[in-house]
T-cell receptor, first 115, second 114 residues
Framework: GQQLNQSPQSMFIQEGEDVSMNCTSS?????WLWYKQDPGEGPVLLIA?????ELTSNGRLTAQFGITRKDSFLNISASIPSDVGIYFC???????????????FGQGTTLQVKP | NAGVMQNPRHLVRRRGQEARLRCSPM?????VYWYRQLPEEGLKFMVY????????ESGMPKERFSAEFPKEGPSILRIQQVVRGDSAAYFC????????????FGPGTRLTVT
């Protein structure tokens, strides 16, 4: 099946540092989404990207939709302890009738922040 | 505006029993999606439903699994004759009828098969 390769698999950083993670695919996606999941909870939508080359920010988070439509990255600036969690990228293909509904998820990046 | 609601949050079933997982989408949302997550893995798509219609069930196992989203009431994911390999977290997501592709997830149901 389709896969998204997300890297790095895990990160352990100092509070205040910037973080960067990315997602690549062998096929094209029309929409890229970034989610954060805390233990025992469902994923929470952070940022949605709809156009190739689009750069979108949400507070300290910035995400970009790659020009080739096969990749996306997420940056977190000035990390804080509550940034701890698992970050997932997800790609969505848009079929002929519109929303195909099927999100393809990466394997996740586990972020740990040392105070 | 309440978020996506799922119940129960935790469900324990013995092998061979049936599991019923319920999902109430966000108010105004008519698209529902079910995903399964195994430990240490990302979410895997199972099925996409609109009211009274299954749009895409390409991720659903062919046997024992079924899903519905009736005109009234929550969406139901039903697993018959559960086996230990069914143990996982099952998440429901919803999106509005408008042309948006953002899916909002519920807290999940953690199914344990003993």
């Amino acid at each position: 099946g389709q896969q998204l390769n997300q890297s790095p698999q895990s990160m352990f950083i100092q509070e205040g540092e910037d973080v960067s993670m990315n997602c690549t695919s062998s096929s094209i996606f029309n929409t890229w989404l970034w989610y954060k999941q805390d233990p025992g909870e469902g994923p929470v939508l952070l940022i949605a990207l709809y156009k190739a080359g689009e750069l979108t920010s949400n507070g300290r988070l910035t995400a970009q939709f790659g020009i080739t439509r096969k990749d996306s990255f997420l940056n977190i600036s000035a990390s804080i302890p509550s940034d701890v969690g698992i970050y997932f990228c997800a790609g969505l293909k848009r079929g002929g009738s519109g929303n195909t509904g099927k999100l393809i998820f990466g394997q996740g990046t586990t972020l740990q922040v040392k105070p | 505006n309440a978020g996506v609601m799922q119940n129960p949050r935790h469900l324990v079933r013995r092998r061979g029993q049936e599991a019923r997982l319920r999902c109430s989408p966000m108010k105004g949302h008519s698209h529902v999606y079910w995903y399964r997550q195994l430990p240490e893995e990302g979410l895997k798509f199972m099925v996409y439903l609109q009211k009274e219609n299954i749009i895409d069930e390409s991720g659903m196992p062919k046997e024992r699994f079924s899903a519905e989203f009736p005109k009234e009431g929550p969406s139901i994911l039903r697993i018959q004759q559960v086996v230990r390999g069914d143990s996982a977290a099952y998440f429901c997501a919803s999106s509005p009828q408008l042309d948006t592709y953002e899916q909002y997830f519920g807290p999940g149901t953690r199914l344990t098969v003993t």
